[in-house]
């Protein structure tokens, strides 16, 4: 049977909370490797979001965040971001080039390219996770960066996936050393057919 984005249960959500914390594991994997120090996590924190509501959780729409954006392609198609604000992304990246990051100062182009980076590493973790509990292949395209406010980077699933579903899987994770904590947000839109084939892979209808 047939399930739209717009009508998941609960059930579903339990699927997907799943499917959200072997993704954080992996993420937590990559992220201890690229830091080079122990880093651990909390359980994950899934919702089903209406696109209009996703901003309030980040800040509010007016806040200035930084978010990654990858089209899936293959079996599963779609998009995921990863969104954090400039805080967050401050740590995260001094947590990689072992220094602080000043507040207030503008990041470079070198620094943004990092920040792109640890997004697209993050997201293809929780994509492999998926991948393979569903046994379907996810493509990631190369990752788009943007720092913008929240409301506006959006936009860009709002636009372009309204049109099939007002609702997103919004994931937070918050990862954790002995000095720092970071807070990212996931955010992944399925299309309608691959939702349905993510359910069906996994025995949930």
Not at 18 to 36: D, Q, Y
Not at 49 to 72: A, W
Not at 179 to 188: A, E, I, P, T, W
């Amino acid at each position: 049977m047939s399930v739209l984005f717009n009508d998941i249960s609960l059930k579903h959500i339990d699927v997907f909370r799943e499917l959200a914390s072997i993704g954080a594991g992996h993420a937590v994997t990559s992220l201890s490797k690229m830091v080079s120090k122990k880093v651990s996590m909390s359980v994950p924190m899934v919702n089903l979001l209406d696109f209009k509501n996703v901003s309030n959780f980040i800040g509010g729409p007016e806040n200035i965040i930084i978010g990654i954006l990858v089209h899936l392609s293959k079996d599963i198609t779609g998009i995921m971001m990863f969104l954090m604000d400039i805080p967050c992304a401050r740590t995260l990246l001094g947590m990689m080039i072992g220094r602080e990051i000043p507040e207030g100062a503008e990041f470079s182009e070198i620094e943004l390219s990092a920040l792109q980076e640890i997004g697209n590493i993050l997201c293809s973790a929780y994509l492999s996770s998926l991948s393979q509990m569903t046994q379907q292949r996810i493509i990631p395209s190369v990752p788009n960066l943007a720092v913008d406010m929240a409301g506006a980077i959006l936009s860009v699933p709002a636009i372009e996936f309204g049109k099939v579903s007002d609702k997103v899987l919004f994931i937070e994770s918050s990862f954790r050393t002995d000095q720092s904590n970071v807070s990212g947000y996931f955010v992944l839109i399925p299309d309608p057919p691959s939702f349905n084939k993510i359910l069906s892979s996994l025995g949930v209808d």
